[in-house]
């Protein structure tokens, strides 16, 4: 098996001010990441360091891990600013220093090309999470999608968890997680109640960044994608910043995650809302169902960027689903009939979506069709 490139994941830090390099070593350590030192831009071949350097001697083997240009993540102290003038411009170079009256500073940000400045100690949290991101290997963020029903009954839960059944099948990194803490649990919808993992009170008093990597695998996982769901305990309540935390993290995993959320707007709903893509807000074709999804998408729209209506079955009155929509003023993302025999199939044990044939898991494999493009990587909102 090959394994990564020498230095992948590894912050380059030049500096030669002992305060600042504590600090930064510091947040690296919190970030789980070990940098690589210097007093300057290392040199492309020979000795590391160049003046003012450490002198250690690279090996061929190390020098593309090392480099100014190789780096992922180059943090240059205040004090060296001057020493890395003239380097080749990159992106991912930030100025970190303390000096916060200091009018020059952003000349000498101009001068070395670097994106941002830092002032310790008020970017910490921000540093921590961009050295973080290195060595997660950040890339593209999940397509991120919540379901919401638009009165009781509406089918959300059964959607979302068909949802992600479908994606995990096409090969998607896929997580689910139940924002709904009286919904009964996406882990009994998905046949898992008793799969070995951590569930939602576990992580309730997350403050901060969540490792992307770490949340993955501590989740169940089911039918090839991870859950997280609630327990069989009486705690209803995640407070916002853990579900800000966790949600975050999941993003940034990549492939799809899929929300299922509850009816009600608070607070905790509303930073799971912040950082969706799309919201499908699922309608029974009836109309005391959309004059109650009505009051759901005004709350929903406070927040979310996009809601977008699923019409579950018709209206016996003749309203159709285009009319629904249109009710609701929010665009068209499908209509899906009521498909027979699912409950029972569910109390067997047979997640929502399994069958490839069915309605349920048709409407799904052409949502990620479109959602995901022709590449099959997330590319934003379908059309």
Do not use: K
């Amino acid at each position: 098996m090959t394994g990564a490139a020498p230095g992948a994941g590894r912050p380059l830090i030049i500096t030669e001010d002992p305060q600042l390099l504590d600090d930064l070593l510091r947040l690296c350590a919190a970030a789980g990441a070990e940098p690589h030192v210097r007093h300057t831009v290392p040199e492309q071949s020979g000795t590391v360091g160049g003046p003012g350097g450490d002198g250690e001697e690279e090996s061929a083997g190390d020098r593309g891990g090392i480099g100014w240009e190789s780096a992922p993540l180059v943090l240059v102290g205040d004090d060296a600013a001057r020493r890395v003038r003239g380097a080749p411009r990159r992106s991912g170079v930030f100025l970190v220093g303390r000096d916060l009256d200091d009018p020059l500073v952003w000349q000498r940000a101009v001068e070395i090309g670097a994106e941002e400045v830092l002032r310790l100690p008020d970017a910490e949290n921000q540093l921590v999470d961009r050295i973080a991101d290195v060595v997660e290997g950040a890339g593209r963020p999940a397509l991120t999608v919540g379901v919401i029903g638009g009165s009781g009954g509406a089918g959300a839960s059964t959607l979302a968890c068909a949802l992600a059944v479908r994606a995990a099948r096409a090969g998607q990194r896929t997580i689910l997680i139940d924002g709904d803490p009286l919904g009964g649990g996406m882990d009994v919808l998905l046949g898992g109640e008793t799969a070995e993992g951590l569930r939602w009170p576990d992580f309730a008093a997350s403050r901060g960044r969540v490792g992307a990597g770490a949340l993955e695998e501590s989740l169940p996982e089911l039918h090839a994608l991870r859950v997280l769901s609630w327990d069989r305990g009486d705690r209803v309540v995640v407070p916002p910043a853990a579900m800000r935390s966790v949600v975050a993290a999941a993003r940034r995993r990549g492939g799809v995650v899929v929300v299922d959320l509850p009816r009600r707007v608070d607070e905790t709903v509303a930073e799971v809302l912040a950082q969706l893509d799309l919201v499908l807000m699922v309608v029974p074709g009836e109309l005391r169902a959309v004059a109650a999804a009505g009051r759901v998408a005004a709350g929903v729209r406070m927040v979310a960027r996009d809601v977008r209506v699923v019409v579950r079955g018709r209206c016996p009155g003749g309203l159709d689903a285009e009319a629904v929509a249109g009710l609701l003023g929010a665009p068209l993302a499908g209509e899906v009939p009521a498909e027979v025999g699912l409950p029972g199939r569910v109390a067997e044990g047979e997640p929502p979506g399994s069958q490839g044939r069915s309605v349920l898991a048709r409407f799904c494999d052409g949502f990620w069709q479109r959602a995901l493009g022709s590449t099959g990587s997330a590319q934003g909102a379908p059309v």
